[in-house]
């Protein structure tokens, strides 16, 4: 499985993102797929996740702003960031793994290029 995030850019605080993730290869549906996110001279940060059934969890610093969601029939999962803080300025990566679905960021297999958020102040 590839992966390929894409929706980064500038944005003022308070405004809003959709970052997607197109997934190549077969059987996007039973994937478990995931959002992280690394800002400058920080660890890798779990953003959220979303099971092949949609059943979705989020890390605490985004729940109530952010949505993960997903489209299997076009191999892609979604993550809409509404109310955006200078906090989430990082790169998000996705994810996906066959199985694992939780938030620890080195058992998941696929990872893409991350695209770049940055919330101005």
């Known amino acids: 499985v590839q992966l390929q995030a894409s929706g980064g850019g500038l944005v003022q605080a308070g405004g809003s993102l959709r970052l997607s993730c197109a997934a190549s290869?077969?059987?996007?549906?039973?994937?478990?797929m995931g959002w992280f996110r690394q800002a400058p001279g920080k660890e890798r940060e779990f953003v959220a996740v979303?099971?092949?059934?949609?059943?979705?969890y989020y890390g605490d610093s985004v729940k109530g702003r952010f949505t993960i969601s997903r489209e299997n029939a076009k191999n892609t999962v979604y993550l809409q960031m509404n109310s955006l803080r200078p906090e989430d300025t990082a790169v998000y990566y996705c994810?996906?793994?066959?199985?694992?679905?939780?938030?620890?960021?080195?058992?998941?297999?696929?990872w893409g290029r991350g695209t770049q958020v940055t919330v101005s102040s």
């Open positions: 994810a996906g793994d066959r199985k694992y679905a939780g938030t620890y960021g080195p058992q998941y297999d696929y």
């Open positions: 290869g077969r059987s996007f549906g039973g994937y478990v």
């Open positions: 979303i099971s092949g059934r949609f059943t979705t």
